[in-house]
C-alpha cells in the first residue's frame, strides 16, 4: 500500500529555517517526480515545487530563492526547506507522487 507521511510543520520563528519533510512507502519512488502543495485557508491547492527523479527542480514563483525541494532516494523522502517567513506562506502543505497524496502538515508564519 502507497503512503506518504508528511512531518515537520509547526510555526515558523524568525531566523530559523524550517523543513518539512515527506516519507514514502509502498513502493519505490525514485524514479518518479515528487511535489509540494499547500492550501492556505480559503484558497485552491497550489504547487509550490517538484523535483524530478534527475534532481531538476521547479519552483512556483513566489517562493523561488526562498524555498528548497531536495530528495534522499535512499529514503524515499522528499524535503522542502523553508529559508524566508512570510504571512502568506502559512497553509496545510502537502506531498504528491503520482496523484498518492499525504495527509499535509500545517505551517504557520505570524505576523
Known amino acids: 500500500q502507497v503512503q506518504l507521511v508528511e512531518s515537520g510543520g509547526g510555526l515558523v520563528q524568525p531566523g530559523r529555517p524550517l523543513t518539512l519533510s515527506c516519507s514514502a512507502s509502498?513502493?519505490?519512488?525514485?524514479?518518479?517526480?515528487m511535489e509540494w502543495y499547500r492550501q492556505a485557508p480559503g484558497r485552491q491547492r497550489e504547487l509550490v515545487a517538484q523535483i524530478f527523479s534527475s534532481g531538476s527542480d521547479y519552483y512556483t514563483d513566489s517562493v523561488k530563492g526562498r524555498f528548497t525541494i531536495s530528495r534522499d532516494n535512499a529514503k524515499n523522502t522528499v524535503y522542502l526547506q523553508m529559508n524566508s517567513r512570510k504571512p502568506q506562506y502559512t497553509a496545510v502543505y502537502y506531498c504528491?507522487?503520482?496523484?498518492?497524496w499525504g495527509q499535509g502538515t500545517q505551517v504557520t508564519v505570524s505576523t
Open positions: 504528491n507522487e503520482m496523484g498518492y
Open positions: 509502498g513502493r519505490d519512488f525514485s524514479r518518479n517526480a
